[in-house]
């Protein structure tokens, strides 16, 4: 593949299929209405992206009541063959899942849920899976979002990409025969250059000027591919 992105994107229009994400806004929820009513709907729609934080002004996104209401039209749109994923929260463990469940009364329309991990080890991570799951049991659950978190933005060392190596490694074998687990997908394709991001400061597969890191050939390792034969193209991801 030309790039560790085209592998963990959710983006509907970039790459062919793949699986879109729905945005925050009355727009983008109208845009997702047409997807998944449309006649070759996606098989997946995530639904919010971390709608408990905003990042730059470190204050909520969307209230859960804010987002009952924002995603009432796409639930109440007539679509038979698109499987809802649950919003995924920055913080995984708060009160806002069970608010919006409580505010939309719409938990059970939602085939999977969703949960991004940043640990600095793997035990830390595999118990905040465990707990996540504990509490949120009835449905599959995908970690849309999993690396280990960095103490700082240095530039990564040899140690910190073995470390990161190793991480993935029992990550992938721990989760695949997880039977409720069903979904992984590493974070991230490409390293960040706009901002430091200790959550994925030594797990990107590819560095800024687009060459492999330590991490892409294990990466590459533990991924399947998949060949569409109505397009002969490849697709490589994480299926369980």
């Not at 729905?22 to 997702?32: F, M, P, S, T």
């Not at 009513?37 to 204050?59: H, S």
């Not at 600095?120 to 995908?142: E, G, Q, R, S, V």
């Not at 240095?154 to 993935?168: C, K, L, R, Y």
Request: charged share 20%.
């Amino acid at each position: 593949m030309p790039a560790a992105k085209n592998w963990i994107t959710f983006n509907e229009h970039e790459y062919e299929k793949k699986i879109p994400m729905l945005g925050d806004n009355k727009d983008a929820v109208q845009e997702a209405i047409k997807m998944v009513t449309r006649a070759n709907p996606p098989e997946f729609l995530l639904t919010f992206n971390e709608p408990d934080w905003d990042y730059k002004t470190e204050k909520t996104k969307l209230t859960p009541q804010a987002a009952a209401e924002l995603i009432e039209p796409l639930l109440n749109a007539t679509a038979k063959h698109t499987k809802l994923i649950a919003p995924v929260p920055a913080f995984q463990m708060s009160n806002w899942l069970p608010e919006f469940y409580e505010k939309c009364k719409c938990r059970d329309r939602f085939y999977a849920y969703s949960v991004h991990i940043y640990n600095h080890t793997i035990d830390d991570a595999k118990t905040a899976i465990n707990t996540f799951h504990n509490k949120y049991n009835d449905k599959p659950l995908w970690i849309t979002e999993i690396a280990p978190r960095q103490l700082n933005c240095d530039a990564p060392t040899s140690s910190s990409w073995a470390n990161s190596t190793e991480f993935m490694n029992e990550l992938f074998a721990w989760g695949q025969p997880i039977e409720w687990i069903e979904k992984i997908f590493w974070n991230s394709g490409n390293k960040i250059v706009t901002h430091c991001d200790t959550n994925v400061g030594a797990s990107y597969l590819l560095d800024g000027n687009g060459n492999p890191t330590p991490l892409l050939a294990p990466f590459n390792n533990l991924t399947f591919t998949f060949v569409y034969p109505e397009n002969g193209e490849a697709e490589a991801g994480r299926e369980q």
